[in-house]
């Protein structure tokens, strides 16, 4: 079976500015973030770093591996349970929940753009609301 193309697109290195809207646990402002996507097995293997100016960076990880979606990042809450990777036209869609709350990925690639959308609710049963917007450009484009 050939690889998904809307995972193709997704791969490389990627870096950007991001909106930061105001939750119970972070301020509103801006970030660079940096996110590196590369092949993993049955999926995609995610890093990201998130540099908000006087705070430390924000370091993650995310295992794509079929329908299932797993984050590991540097507040340290493990995973209890996979969240779920699924598509949405061209946007995959990582999805997971927690007794802390949930939170809602979009990942969509145009080319050498890059857009993401992340939204939390809390409780989970809530309706999301924004988290991160951010705009990244492919590196060496």
């Given amino acids: ?5 809307r995972l193709i697109a997704l791969l490389g290195d990627w870096t950007g500015t ?6 119970g646990w972070t301020e509103a402002g801006s970030a660079r973030g940096a ?3 590369e092949p993993g097995p049955d999926g995609i293997l995610l890093d990201y770093v998130e540099q908000r100016e006087g705070a430390d960076p924000l370091v993650a990880h995310g295992v794509i591996a079929g329908t299932g979606f797993w984050w590991f990042d540097t507040y340290g809450f493990t995973p209890a349970a996979p969240g779920t990777a699924l598509w949405e036209d061209d946007a995959l869609v990582l999805d997971r929940r ?3 709350g949930r939170t809602v990925m979009r990942l969509r690639a145009d080319g ?21 917007r951010g705009t990244y450009t492919r590196s060496g484009s």
């Fill in 35 to 37: 996110l590196t996507v």
């Fill in 18 to 23: 991001e909106e930061l809207f105001a939750t």
């Fill in 112 to 132: 050498d753009g890059l857009a993401l959308e992340l939204d939390t609710a809390v409780p989970a049963d809530a309706d999301p609301i924004p988290l991160v």
């Fill in 1 to 5: 079976m050939a690889p998904d193309r």
């Fill in 98 to 100: 927690s007794e802390r």
